[in-house]
């Protein structure tokens, strides 16, 4: 077991390249069973999440190999039909090898997904939207069977789920005919799987708008990709700076995708430069941040619920009041109460959190029970006083790559410690 000793306090400087997007390369690697040509993918951040898609090419019969940030995937044997329940619990998001696997191999065998315990998440949206394209899919207890090839057809999601886009998109792009994809997600990570599936030989146009079309009956080939810049290890880094005080400038994140999350930080009083493929945002320690307007989750390009904890570890410290509601889902406040052991005055009810803004938070031992809140632990950390210790490592790890070098780097005390459970502290 490792944890992270951080030394609160220091103002972050500095400026940085943003690493690649998890939630964007993920789908990625899923479309590259689509692929009958090698596929060679650059700016691909080193996480367990990516680690885990690997293994699942690797279990379907994909050769896969990582040199620093460029991975390479060759698709041309993959045949297999199973993903083992050992690699459907290692992330939530395996259930996207689905629709590419049934517009491939035309079967699927695999169990429900694990990952961030966020409350229920169910996968219904990316069943129906399957069944719709013309296959068959039954549940058996907590296994999956899927047969048969696409043919392609009118898929409406009930929600604009991310995943359920796109499974929905990469299955039928395998389809024999055309589909069109209603109430779609319009977040970029959509739009960056459009642009690769098309760098691949797909026809697929609308991402980022409510209506994708997909033609089917296209071979695709192979190529390269660049992932694009992770907007909420981006929107972390924002609150980092906003706890601590100090000026950071993020390079390689568009600063549209982080606009909401900015918009915020202004509002509290920090001040922000935004300029074509960089941000930076800068904070005068020895002035507090204001409490905002109500931040409400929502799909893009609302709030992103992603983003909501990190914000919130930000606002925990300085002056007035901010109110949180999550609209995305239930049991994401899990950090709430390892900030309140660091002093923070924070009442939940339900979807809805209220911030009372304290003068300063102070270090504790705490411990990330999910990626994102494990991010805002961090954050809250970096803006306290004294030392803090956090644990559940493996949680942050998914998301973040060397989160405490990325800090080192912005001048922050912070460093990683091997130790065993009972000696998970930082003694100096
Ligand atoms: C993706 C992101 C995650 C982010 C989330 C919302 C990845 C790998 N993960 O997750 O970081 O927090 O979008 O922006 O990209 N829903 C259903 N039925 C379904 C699917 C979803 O009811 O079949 C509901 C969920 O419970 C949730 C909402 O739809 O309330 C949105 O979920 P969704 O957009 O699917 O999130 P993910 O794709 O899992």
Redesign the pocket.
Known sequence: MSVLCIHGGTPLEGELMVQGA??SV?PILAACLLAREPVTLYNCPKLTDVAAALDILEQLGCRTLREGHTVWVDPRLACATVVTEERMRAM??SIIFLGPMLARMGEAHMTYPGGCELG???????LKALRTLGCQVTEEGCAIHATGHPAGGEVHLA??????TENAMLCAVGAGGDTTITNA?R?P?IVALQEFLNTLGAKVQGAGSSVISVEGGRRLGGGSFTVMGDRIVAATLLSAVAAAGGRVRLRGTDWRQVSTVLTVFHQAGCRVDSRRDSVALARDPHRPLRGVPTIRTA?YPGF???AQAPVMAALAAGQGRTLFVET??DSRYRHVEQLQRMGADITTAGQVALVRGVPRLHGGRVEATDLRGGGALAVAALGAEGESTLAGLHHVDRGYEQLEQVLQGLGAKVHRVEALPEEAHCAQ
């Open positions: 998890k939630n993920l939530r998001s229920p998440r169910p996968i219904d949206l990316h929600l604009p789920s991310v995943g359920a997600a977040e990570e799909p992103p619920t992603d995305m889902f």
